[in-house]
């Protein structure tokens, strides 16, 4: 009987190896399906043929497709996020270096077939459950690059940030229709346009833009609001 027990641990051993292979391959060629087709257009035959697997070895590690998408965007996250970390820390001492090392990376990424840098995005965009996990993942994917770039721009960091994000995300959507070299060039142009226009990343309330108006027109004008 314990003959016949002992070889059970080594087998288990020598699988996970094997295992880890396997989910990294799926991994890897959903993701590259999802970033080129989209992830609602990609079916699960199309994944295990593309990963060289039987239909049967999938499930055994993903319950369902939903459960692989998500699993490609924290997979995703992680590779993005150290390859935004690895850039800003190369990029140079000031903040304008680490700027232009943020839009160096992400048009890297579009030139690469991963327009908007993140799988979160689309993954985000194609949800049609608000609640679902992967709009979960999304958010918190964003989060953590809100996080990552805020802090390179001083003062106006947290402005800053949403409009380079804002850049960032629309050069890479534009990137799927004109092409990526246009979609960097955008991207690099806006950049430099925000970070060489004075007062650019200034918020203007609605009041403070209303009292504007109001001082350009002559007393007793009414006031019209476009």
Do not use: W
């Amino acid at each position: 009987m314990e003959s016949e027990r002992t070889p059970r641990p080594l087998v288990r051993r020598r699988e996970r190896p094997r295992a880890r292979q396997l989910q990294e391959r799926l991994l890897a060629s959903a993701t590259g399906l999802f970033y080129r087709f989209g992830i609602a257009a990609v079916s699960v035959d199309e994944i295990v043929r593309a990963a060289g697997v039987a239909k049967p070895a999938l499930y055994r590690y993903f319950a369902s497709k939903e459960h692989l998408v998500a699993a490609c965007v924290q997979a995703d996250a992680h590779r993005a996020l150290d390859g935004l970390s690895k850039a800003l820390a190369d990029g140079g001492p000031g903040p304008l270096d680490a700027v232009r090392a943020v839009a160096r990376y992400f048009c890297d990424e579009i030139s690469a077939g991963r327009p908007y840098g993140l799988l979160a995005v689309h993954a985000a965009c194609a949800a049609h459950d608000a609640d679902g996990a992967r709009l979960e993942v999304a958010r918190t994917v964003l989060a953590e690059l809100t996080r990552v770039v805020t802090p390179i721009a001083g003062h106006r960091s947290g402005l800053v940030a949403q409009h380079l994000l804002l850049l960032i995300l629309g050069a890479g959507a534009a990137s799927r229709i004109v092409g990526p070299r246009v979609g960097q060039d955008m991207l690099n142009a806006a950049v430099q346009q925000l970070f060489t226009t004075p007062n650019a990343a200034q918020p203007v309330s609605p009041d403070q833009g209303l009292n504007k108006r109001r001082a350009r027109k002559p007393p007793g004008a009414p006031v019209v609001i476009s």
